[in-house]
């Protein structure tokens, strides 16, 4: 049976920060009211990136800048990718898929391209996937993409779910390992609960309600979310999965260099840390500069502590996080 391992990594957010000041701005304008300092204390989020929503700053454009670093690390070519699995909720357009789209940016024409939706545990999903296919041989090169423009579906007058999220996109190349290299994807774990569907979603723009104009004067085409409830089940899930990575693989957590944990709100972060035991200075945060950017958080996240310097070759990492669905998973590596 083969292995597989992330040979490279990128990441790319749009050029429009957005500071706490200016969203309570923009949050007054739609009828509600907010604050700098709510907003750093509740959630640790400073500022996010939002997109133009111009041609450059699509979903898939990003997910085009964050790929082309990733095939840099690995310094591998578009042909040489045979599948792109696109991670997002958010996608350029329903049909066709964002994965398709950047296909045709990337040239990457002997590649299956196709998007999945798992939220926020989108980027997991992803390699869960991708570790599979490069498994049983089906596969030996994936991109495996965690892109979101979210910004659209926010309700700007809902403060508690608008002041929470960002756009950006990360990417990994999945590779098949040679046969003596320590870098590898050791598990992935993933699990979902759809019956905790209504704590966090979009009604209408599907199947079970179009978007008519009483709907959009409704605001229903946008984010809902219950955020208390969210934040409970997030604790818990975090440290289950966190726990499942670490002992499945006859690890213990010590062995752990570093954890990169959905990006949602600081509090969780740091509440999952103490259940694990684990100080905050092995967890990658950068929340604070880009809010959730849900599929692409970790990721991004992960592309930016390499490239600091921060995570090392050789260093174990986890992967840790939770999503609409709701949807958790866990993935550990040596990276
Ligand atoms: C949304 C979240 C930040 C709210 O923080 P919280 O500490 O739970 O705050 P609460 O909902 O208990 O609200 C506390 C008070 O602040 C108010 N409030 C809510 N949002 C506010 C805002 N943006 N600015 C000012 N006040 C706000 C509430 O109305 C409430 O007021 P009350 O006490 O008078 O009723 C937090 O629950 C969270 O991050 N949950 C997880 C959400 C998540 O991860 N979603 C994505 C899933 S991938």
């Not at 957010?13 to 709510?38: F, R, S």
């Not at 579906?153 to 756009?167: A, M, P």
């Not at 959905?262 to 972060?269: D, P």
Request: glycine residues 8%; proline residues 3%.
């Amino acid at each position: 049976m083969h292995h597989s391992w992330i040979s490279g990594i990128g990441s790319a957010h749009p050029k429009g920060i957005v500071t706490n000041e200016e969203l309570a701005k923009k949050i007054a304008q739609h009828g509600a009211e907010t604050n700098d300092q709510w907003i750093r204390e509740r959630t640790g989020i400073c500022e996010r990136r939002i997109s133009s929503l111009k041609e450059d700053e699509r979903n898939s454009s990003l997910g085009l800048r964050a790929s082309l670093e990733a095939m840099e690390m690995a310094n591998i070519q578009p042909q040489d990718i045979d599948l792109i699995l696109y991670a997002t909720c958010s996608p350029d357009t329903l049909v066709p898929s964002t994965a398709c789209w950047l296909q045709k940016k990337l040239g990457a024409l002997q590649a299956g391209a196709l998007d999945l939706n798992a939220a926020c545990s989108g980027f997991v999903y992803g390699l869960h996937l991708a570790d599979q296919m490069i498994k049983t041989g089906a596969h030996k090169t994936i991109l495996v993409i965690g892109g979101e423009v979210l910004s659209p579906y926010l309700n700007w007058g809902d403060r508690t779910s608008s002041i929470l999220f960002g756009d950006g996109a990360g990417a990994a190349v999945v590779q098949r390992t040679h046969s003596d290299q320590s870098s590898r994807l050791f598990s992935t774990h993933v699990g979902s609960d759809g019956n905790l569907w209504d704590l966090f979603y979009i009604p209408a723009g599907g199947s079970n309600q179009e978007v008519t104009p009483e709907v959009y004067e409704r605001q229903e085409h946008k984010m809902k979310m219950k955020g208390r409830e969210i934040f409970k089940v997030a604790c818990n899930t975090l440290a289950t999965y966190a726990k499942k990575a670490i002992e499945s693989n006859e690890f213990s957590v010590e062995d752990v260099d570093w954890i990169v944990p959905h990006q949602a709100n600081l509090r969780i972060i740091e509440n999952v840390a103490k259940k694990l035991n684990v100080p905050m200075d092995k967890v990658i945060v950068n929340v604070d500069r880009f809010g959730n950017t849900s599929a692409a958080t970790v990721p991004t996240a992960f592309a930016e502590a390499v490239k600091t310097g921060k995570i090392k070759r050789g260093d174990l990492v986890l992967f840790d996080v939770f999503g609409a669905g709701l949807t958790y998973g866990s993935a550990l590596l040596r990276w």
